[in-house]
């Protein structure tokens, strides 16, 4: 695919987000009896796995511990109390798989999330509850549909009310944004024209974690860029003093605080402070300050405008957004040393 071709596919993606929520929102899921439920693991890894984090955010006041666990195994504690989502797109990544086959030694109750692929397979083969989304996209950008049904479960299942209804309101909002983000010289295009060779930071509280984490993924997936992620307060007590050496790359970072009416009024006191205390080592510091009615509206808006800079930072660079080749060739190699 050409770059010109690949760019305007991206494009087209990445405004797909708010139709693949509303779609997602009819998907089938299974329901379950939380009363036997003691602890949530969401599995999965790279854009898959930012639907758990999201998941896990908007379904803030279950009280029930949750982790999104990007790896092969799963945390000691897992045991049939648990419920363990195991999501892959493609269905195929070796980890998410390895993930699902620890629950399933452990007798956990699990579903999976996937558009094909041995995990569509395994789940079919073995009984578990399959939610099959569409195929097709390259992982990072089917985040809708992947993050819904995690939402949906527990709606279904009485655990929560609502939620699913304040995401219908999140796909409106994105679908009014979505035209204004589009053109150049919106806030997205002008906050990636101030990344554009420079070394980004990306600073967030740690309920926005997720948030921060999907802005560094994104960078480096469709720009083939450097990205560093951190979260307050931690980075307060490490991080700050390291913004100093070596000189010549520091001077080339630019700093973004993401930043949410609902931040602690500590942490709020904390973005002022610290960016006044790296401002004179980096080359720049600015807020970005999230938009929208509800919580996970607001949370959506950030993902939302980070996507559309990572798009527009790989139009700076020149890069194919969609291609990523270092990724492929890395899973086509371990796939060949079994
Ligand atoms: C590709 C992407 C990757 C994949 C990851 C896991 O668009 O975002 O981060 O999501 O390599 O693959 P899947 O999602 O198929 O399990």
């Given at each position: 695919?050409?770059?010109?071709?690949?760019?305007?596919?991206?494009?087209?993606?990445?405004?797909?987000?708010?139709?693949?929520?509303?779609?997602?929102?009819?998907?089938?899921?299974?329901?379950?009896d939380f009363?036997?439920?003691?602890?949530?693991?969401?599995a999965?890894?790279g854009?898959?796995?930012?639907?758990g984090?999201?998941?896990k955010?908007?379904?803030?006041?279950?009280?029930?511990?949750?982790?999104?666990?990007?790896d092969?195994?799963?945390?000691?504690?897992?045991?049939?109390?648990?419920?363990?989502f195991?999501s892959?797109y493609?269905g195929?990544?070796?980890?998410?798989?390895?993930?699902?086959?620890d629950?399933?030694?452990?007798?956990?109750k699990l579903?999976?999330?996937?558009?094909?692929?041995?995990?569509?397979?395994?789940?079919?083969?073995?009984?578990?509850?399959?939610?099959r989304?569409?195929g097709?996209?390259p992982?990072?950008?089917?985040?809708?549909?992947?993050?819904?049904?995690?939402v949906?479960?527990?709606?279904?299942?009485?655990?929560v009310?609502?939620?699913?209804?304040?995401?219908?309101r999140v796909?409106?909002?994105?679908?009014?944004?979505?035209?204004?983000?589009?053109?150049?010289?919106?806030?997205p295009?002008?906050?990636?024209?101030?990344?554009?060779?420079r070394?980004?930071?990306?600073?967030?509280?740690?309920?926005?974690a997720p948030?921060?984490?999907?802005?560094k993924?994104?960078?480096?997936?469709n720009?083939?860029?450097?990205?560093h992620?951190?979260?307050?307060?931690?980075l307060?007590?490490?991080?700050?003093?390291?913004?100093?050496?070596?000189p010549?790359?520091?001077?080339?970072?630019?700093?973004?605080?993401?930043?949410?009416a609902?931040?602690?009024?500590?942490?709020?006191?904390?973005?002022?402070?610290t960016?006044e205390?790296i401002?004179?080592?980096v080359?720049?510091?600015e807020?970005?300050?999230?938009?929208?009615?509800?919580?996970?509206?607001?949370a959506?808006?950030?993902?939302y405008f980070?996507?559309?800079?990572?798009?527009?930072?790989?139009?700076f660079?020149?890069?194919?957004?969609?291609?990523?080749?270092?990724i492929?060739?890395?899973?086509k190699?371990?796939?060949?040393e079994?």
């Amino acid at each position: 695919m050409e770059r010109g071709e690949a760019e305007a596919k991206m494009l087209e993606f990445i405004k797909k987000l708010p139709d693949e929520i509303r779609e997602a929102l009819d998907f089938d899921v299974p329901a379950f009896d939380f009363s036997e439920i003691a602890h949530v693991v969401f599995a999965g890894m790279g854009g898959s796995a930012i639907s758990g984090d999201l998941a896990k955010l908007h379904l803030s006041e279950v009280p029930i511990p949750m982790e999104s666990v990007r790896d092969y195994t799963l945390p000691p504690y897992v045991s049939e109390k648990t419920l363990v989502f195991v999501s892959s797109y493609s269905g195929n990544t070796e980890e998410a798989l390895a993930a699902y086959g620890d629950a399933r030694e452990r007798g956990a109750k699990l579903v999976a999330v996937t558009s094909d692929g041995k995990l569509a397979e395994m789940a079919e083969r073995d009984g578990v509850p399959l939610v099959r989304i569409p195929g097709g996209l390259p992982p990072r950008t089917a985040l809708g549909w992947l993050f819904v049904p995690l939402v949906k479960v527990f709606e279904v299942s009485g655990m929560v009310q609502g939620k699913l209804v304040e995401l219908e309101r999140v796909a409106d909002y994105l679908t009014e944004l979505r035209d204004e983000f589009s053109t150049p010289d919106s806030p997205p295009f002008e906050l990636a024209s101030r990344l554009y060779l420079r070394l980004p930071l990306i600073y967030t509280s740690r309920r926005l974690a997720p948030v921060g984490f999907r802005w560094k993924a994104q960078i480096n997936e469709n720009a083939k860029a450097f990205a560093h992620v951190a979260e307050l307060p931690e980075l307060d007590h490490n991080e700050i003093t390291g913004i100093k050496n070596p000189p010549e790359r520091v001077e080339e970072m630019w700093a973004v605080f993401l930043v949410d009416a609902d931040d602690h009024p500590r942490i709020k006191l904390r973005v002022k402070h610290t960016q006044e205390l790296i401002r004179d080592s980096v080359l720049g510091t600015e807020v970005l300050e999230s938009k929208g009615e509800t919580p996970i509206e607001r949370a959506f808006y950030l993902v939302y405008f980070g996507d559309f800079v990572s798009f527009y930072l790989a139009k700076f660079y020149f890069e194919d957004p969609i291609a990523i080749p270092r990724i492929d060739e890395l899973k086509k190699r371990l796939a060949n040393e079994q």
